[in-house]
């Protein structure tokens, strides 16, 4: 048992609603974009349950990337505008690469796209239509088959060689303004994830398809957010992972409202880049 397990009675919670998936016939599918005439934008329809979220910064030093599937990191940045997209690939990448080789001791680290998210009241979360809305309903950003196809998408020429090693798909979050009080960070320990709770969804996109886990409830899911991040802390978030030794493989996330937030709280802004972690193991 972790540290974390032990202490998890003692800890502040807030209780909140949180998004789970409905129950559904069929594999559940969302489109990326306007779908054909006379179906539904999405099948994975959502099923609310309120659960605590527990105060992780009490016991921050002690979640563990490869136990829980999260931790709670210091990253200072230099970029000076995050809405940018130049100065993110220019300035943001290369640091953020350095920064995961390292603390990851990776053998390498390839970042293939990044999300700028500002919530904004009333606006639909609508791909390449500005800043992404928070996203509001527990998922995983891959599944056991997506995750390995990234590595086929982005490095079609290694990927056969690559894949013999260990792989990961590690989400770098932060904040671009802080203190972040409005709509935060929840993760679910992956510890206590259930193989039955995820559940593979198509993302449906003009040119491909994509897929994530959508999450059905289960009552044993242990949560926790970091209150008031402040932009120089990001979140490691691990969203697939190769090796089935035990390690944490997905770590189910999502943007929740806490209910104590002040209704004149700045409306959160953070950016997530998305990147492949190798190690030859």
Not at 88 to 102: D, H, I, N, T
Not at 185 to 197: E, N, P, R
Not at 245 to 272: C, L, M, N, Q
Request: with cysteine; glycine share 4%; net charge negative.
């Amino acid at each position: 048992m972790s540290l974390v397990e032990r202490k998890i009675e003692s800890l502040p919670f807030v209780l909140a609603e949180l998004n789970y998936l409905a129950p559904v016939n069929g594999k559940p599918r969302t489109y990326a974009f306007d779908p054909p005439a006379g179906e539904a934008r999405s099948t994975a329809l959502p099923e609310s349950h309120q659960v605590p979220i527990f105060d992780g910064r009490v016991v921050a030093n002690s979640f563990s990337l490869d136990r829980e599937g999260f931790a709670l990191v210091r990253h200072p940045t230099a970029v000076r505008d995050f809405y940018d997209d130049q100065e993110v690939r220019k300035v943001y990448y290369p640091a953020a690469e350095a920064f995961l080789r390292a603390t990851l001791r990776a053998d390498r680290v390839v970042i293939f796209d990044h999300t700028v998210r500002r919530r904004v009241d009333g606006a639909a979360d609508i791909r390449g239509a500005g800043p992404r809305q928070p996203a509001t309903r527990v998922h995983v950003d891959q599944t056991d088959t997506s995750g390995a196809n990234r590595v086929r998408e982005h490095l079609p020429a290694e990927a056969d060689e690559l894949l013999k090693g260990r792989v990961q798909v590690v989400n770098l979050w932060r904040p671009i303004r802080g203190p972040v009080r409005d709509t935060p960070l929840a993760l679910c320990d992956a510890a206590s994830v259930a193989a039955g709770d995820l559940v593979a969804s198509d993302l449906i996109y003009p040119n491909r398809n994509g897929e994530t886990y959508s999450v059905k409830f289960n009552p044993d899911h242990r949560w926790f957010y970091f209150p008031e991040m402040t932009p120089d802390e990001a979140l490691l978030l691990k969203c697939y992972d190769s090796a089935t030794d035990g390690r944490a493989r997905f770590a189910p996330h999502t943007a929740f409202v806490d209910p104590a937030t002040p209704k004149d709280t700045p409306a959160r802004e953070s950016i997530e880049l998305r990147t492949l972690v190798f190690h030859r193991e």
